[in-house]
């Protein structure tokens, strides 16, 4: 499932109504892959993210932006979510909560960049099983955030930045600037016209403290956000640096 657009998906469900949709998202699929798509200004309801983990097996999310979702990010619902993977995504402005949590078979979820606007909560629902490693959390508000970070999680490598607290396990994290380009500035697609590729501004700057310090982790892809080739030296976050000058 790759090269779509969803914009103000679930317009019709207000959350009163007790219906429960996401942006782009599989049900009772195996081995589903959803790539190269944006989802931007999903109305909330019961869920609202633009993506979600649903009642399928081996349900991968690689190479999508999201971006101002009312539900936020990602959804792993349920018991039905097993073996899921979500890696070298971009999340811009999503609410509510980055992460919304009931699975009780742990979801991957490494290399990606988050970018949270002021008064967004990492999380807001705490019972499902979560791996981070790798990514970039990135809080843009001017006084640091206290972030509700989910105590059923494990969390290996990550670069936190604008945060008052960091989970508890990170025994290799990295609290530091993650020296973007210019973060904060993805566009909005429209139909035949993505803004999957206006994210140059969360590339790394030489002298980031981000390049090579990835951990390696296996069948990862083989590449990036934007298509650059993975060594044994990974970086964290959804893209790799090259010398952008040259």
Request: charged share 15%; proline share 4%.
């Amino acid at each position: 499932v790759e090269y779509n657009i969803s914009n103000h998906a679930c317009q019709d469900m207000p959350s009163a109504s007790g219906q429960y949709s996401a942006g782009i998202w599989p049900w009772r699929c195996v081995d589903a892959v959803f790539q190269f798509n944006e989802a931007y200004d999903t109305v909330v309801n019961g869920d609202g993210q633009a993506y979600d983990c649903d009642f399928s097996v081996g349900t991968v999310y690689q190479y999508n932006y999201s971006h101002d979702n009312e539900g936020g990010f990602l959804l792993v619902c349920q018991e039905q979510a097993v073996e899921s993977v979500i890696r070298y995504n971009v999340s811009q402005n999503d609410l509510r909560n980055i992460f919304m949590l009931s699975n009780p078979n742990v979801a991957e979820v490494y290399n990606n960049t988050i970018y949270v606007k002021e008064g967004t909560p990492i999380y807001s629902n705490n019972t499902g099983k979560i791996n981070l490693e790798n990514n970039i959390f990135y809080y843009a508000g001017a006084t640091p955030a206290t972030a509700n970070w989910t105590r059923n999680g494990t969390y290996d490598n990550n670069l936190y930045y604008g945060f008052a607290n960091t989970p508890a396990g990170d025994a290799n994290k990295i609290v530091a600037d993650p020296l973007f380009v210019d973060p904060g500035k993805g566009g909005d697609g429209v139909l035949g016209d993505s803004a999957i590729d206006t994210l140059d501004g969360y590339k790394l700057q030489a002298g980031s403290p981000a390049i090579d310090a990835g951990k390696v982790i296996e069948n990862n892809g083989g590449r990036d956000y934007a298509g650059n080739a993975l060594d044994d030296h990974p970086d964290i976050g959804a893209f790799e640096f090259v010398n952008w000058s040259k």
